[in-house]
């Protein structure tokens, strides 16, 4: 089997092949291979090798007698003075590299070799390269393939380790995102619970203020009718009068400023909590996501209805106060989901 062949089938395409063999000058597998590992990542080297320019030809002239014989002449001893030389060469049959031993046939093997090596001592010697027996080809041809897989092995484990390395990173930046989400939302809850207690101390201190003045507006009142008493007792005991009946006083209409809202959830566990007559009911809303105890998280969807008269509120009624909806001063709401 050929050198050409054999890589072939150990898996690499022809035209690499055959450019691995023009640049090591036919050395042998072993160098062809050393030289596609070398050259695998290289752009282009699946393109077919470029074709050699066909040699220049040349017009034949006529020539005279003389001409010829001159040629003759001159190719007669051109050819004495080569038979010389090559006779004096006669002894150099390969070139050998003086650091490690190893000999080559062409030119082109010992470039590849003092690139590949970094060797530079080479010196012509009468030793012939003899060729690979069989088992010396299978062996190398195992050792090739041993490479070849080896390289693959390797391969795929970088590309392993880079998907985990993807995927980690990937897995890591969705934590944090999610990490960032949860930390703003919990930021809003805060922000949303502080103004809501804040809120409800305001309420507090003006429903504190409001008790103050009905009572002092009561002792006022005890003491104007105390003292109107007192007046008319002693007024009977000097010359009773009848009194004409006081006429009819319409009671004015009382404004709520509170509504008192019983919510019952779900699970039956019913919640009561005071809210501004002016409030929106989206307040109320907000207030029963942060309070359920049903064990339902603070974002899950429910919608707010009323069982008499019967009407269920709509995303319109969030923004309206709880007096417009009529839940002032006291109502019952039901949480569905």
């Not at 897989?149 to 390395?165: F, H, L, P, W, Y």
């Not at 009323?306 to 001063?329: A, N, Q, T």
Request: net charge negative; with cysteine.
């Amino acid at each position: 089997m050929s050198a050409l062949q054999t890589l072939i089938e150990m898996g690499f395409s022809e035209n690499s092949v055959k450019k691995a063999l023009s640049a090591t000058g036919g050395g042998g597998i072993e160098q062809a291979m050393e030289w596609l590992l070398a050259h695998a990542d290289d752009p282009g080297i699946n393109d077919p090798p470029a074709e050699e320019a066909p040699a220049p030809t040349t017009m034949s002239h006529p020539e005279t007698e003389e001409e010829k014989m001159d040629t003759t002449t001159t190719e007669g001893k051109e050819a004495g003075a080569g038979e010389e030389g090559t006779a004096e060469e006669e002894g150099a049959k390969s070139i050998k590299c003086d650091d490690c031993g190893k000999l080559f046939q062409t030119s082109e093997e010992v470039e590849f070799h003092a690139v590949k090596s970094g060797h530079s001592n080479f010196s012509e010697s009468t030793e012939e390269k003899k060729p690979l027996t069989e088992e010396e080809k299978l062996l190398k041809k195992r050792t090739l393939e041993d490479k070849i897989r080896q390289r693959r092995r390797e391969r795929e484990m970088e590309e392993e380790k880079e998907a985990r390395d993807r995927e980690r990173k990937r897995i890591q930046m969705g934590q944090e995102i999610a990490e960032r989400k949860r930390n703003m939302q919990d930021q809003e809850l805060k922000r949303i619970a502080e103004e809501r207690k804040k809120e409800k101390m305001e309420d507090k201190i003006a429903r504190q203020k409001v008790k103050e003045e009905i009572e002092r507006d009561r002792q006022a009142r005890k003491e104007m009718f105390g003292n109107k008493g007192e007046e008319k007792s002693q007024a009977a005991s000097v010359a009773p009068k009848p009194q004409p009946a006081p006429a009819a006083q319409t009671a004015p209409k009382k404004e709520y400023t509170t509504a008192r809202l019983q919510i019952r959830l779900p699970s039956g566990t019913p919640l009561v909590q005071e809210f501004k007559a002016k409030e929106s009911l989206s307040a109320v809303r907000l207030w029963i996501s942060l309070n359920r105890q049903d064990g339902l998280p603070a974002d899950a969807p429910f919608n707010l209805s009323m069982s008499f008269p019967r009407k269920v509120f709509s995303e319109e009624d969030m923004d309206k106060p709880l007096d417009i909806l009529g839940l002032v001063p006291s109502a019952v709401l039901m949480v569905t989901k």
